[in-house]
């Protein structure tokens, strides 16, 4: 266990669990004695943070209220602020601006309209923050934008009279800030001449090779007979179909749905369905940890299971197809997320109460970035138990839950 953590700029780190123990607590006189009693407020804090779950962190976190004003002022209790992030593969002006307003529909980007661009040159930040501005200004929207360029590339745009409502830059901007930070991102990598260095380019080859993989493999039939899943596919006939003709994805092919009414139990509490989705890595990278978790946790909440699923070329509407046809409550699907350079293992879980084929997305409650250097399976899987119980309680999920 790593028994060090950095708070307020300062590392503090513990010989111990015995030391961290103690300094979470108030001072007691064996413990200044035995040289182990927290020193100050601050580290006390840290030693508390680190017997903490992320799922402790973040409830702690959610009582604390930090407000940021710009144009608007974010982080009040109760107010979810989202940033909208059109990002274009060429930096296309009419493509960004179709983003954009797609995702002004939903409500999106009252935090933030913040792009991270292909093009760090002047030129094109300053014609992507004229775009939002003149967005902005024709819909009278109280937002901010920028353009996560290099920063000093950003200021120059400004001088320039590009009208920016705020500056900022991902992580750091430096090598050094980014083995700081231990972020994988490829951040301020820098070059040889004209090119990125031999290692860069070697990383991101392997970790490309990986996402495609991810894709592409499939999730052994001995994985599956051995963790005990009812396999049934889509109506994709391969990886191809899947990629092209989404809708397919969302529907469980015939013989599936007559193995179903077979085989599974009906009208069970909750239903747990697996699929594949873009990364069949993640299934089996986190499942054999995430599933006796999700499963021990629903039955100590004293809610039945039925029997879970494992859906072939799966995507996440057809959880709501599934739900017709075991006619449970609430539905949870742990599915493979789409892979990135930095992990090929996320898996993500959809939850809905009362879900139907045709339903709105905004009905799905999403719990993303499950893998090991983001919500580890075990701490995921008792935590989407948790948020399942409260639906009961609550009779909702999506835009309406309340976690």
Do not use: W
């Amino acid at each position: 266990m790593l028994l060090k953590t950095k708070l307020f700029g300062k590392v503090y780190s513990f010989s111990s669990i015995k030391e961290v123990l103690a300094k979470a607590n108030e001072k007691r006189s064996g413990d200044v004695l035995a040289g182990i009693a927290a020193e100050s407020i601050t580290e006390m804090i840290a030693a508390v943070a680190k017997l903490m779950t992320n799922v402790d962190l973040i409830y702690a976190a959610s009582k604390i209220e930090v407000l940021a004003t710009c144009n608007t002022t974010i982080g009040r209790h109760g107010t979810l602020a989202a940033r909208l992030q059109p990002n274009h593969t060429t930096d296309n002006v009419d493509g960004i601006r179709i983003s954009t307003l797609e995702g002004l529909s939903y409500g999106m980007g009252d935090a933030v309209i913040g792009l991270n661009p292909v093009d760090d040159t002047t030129d094109s930040i300053y014609r992507c923050l004229h775009q939002f501005e003149e967005i902005k200004q024709k819909f009278e929207i109280p937002t901010q934008n920028c353009v996560l360029a290099h920063v000093l590339s950003q200021m120059e745009a400004v001088e320039r009279g590009a009208p920016a409502g705020m500056i900022f830059q991902s992580i750091a901007g430096s090598q050094k800030g980014n083995e700081a930070a231990k972020t994988p991102a490829r951040l301020g990598i820098g070059k040889a001449g004209p090119r990125y260095k031999t290692e860069t380019m070697l990383r991101f080859r392997a970790d490309h090779a990986v996402a495609i993989d991810s894709v592409f493999n499939e999730v052994a039939e001995a994985f599956i007979t051995e963790t005990g899943l009812i396999a049934v596919s889509s109506k994709c006939d391969d990886k191809d179909m899947y990629v092209t003709r989404p809708d397919l994805g969302r529907m469980i092919s015939d013989e599936g749905v007559a193995k179903i009414q077979s085989e599974c139990r009906k009208g069970a509490d909750v239903q747990i369905v697996i699929a594949d989705g873009l990364s069949s890595s993640a299934i089996t990278a986190n499942l054999k940890n995430i599933l006796p978790a999700l499963q021990q946790g629903l039955e100590g909440y004293g809610l039945s299971i039925g029997d879970t699923v494992f859906i072939k070329f799966g995507r996440v509407g057809a959880m709501d197809h599934l739900t017709d046809l075991v006619n449970s409550k609430v539905t949870v699907m742990l599915v493979g997320e789409r892979p990135g350079l930095a992990t090929g293992e996320s898996m993500g879980a959809y939850i809905t109460y009362e879900g139907k084929v045709g339903m709105a997305e905004a009905g799905r409650t999403v719990i993303s970035n499950i893998h090991r250097r983001g919500t580890p399976a075990a701490e995921a899987g008792a935590h989407i138990a948790n948020i399942v119980k409260k639906m009961f309680e609550q009779k909702c999920s999506g835009v309406g839950f309340r976690f």
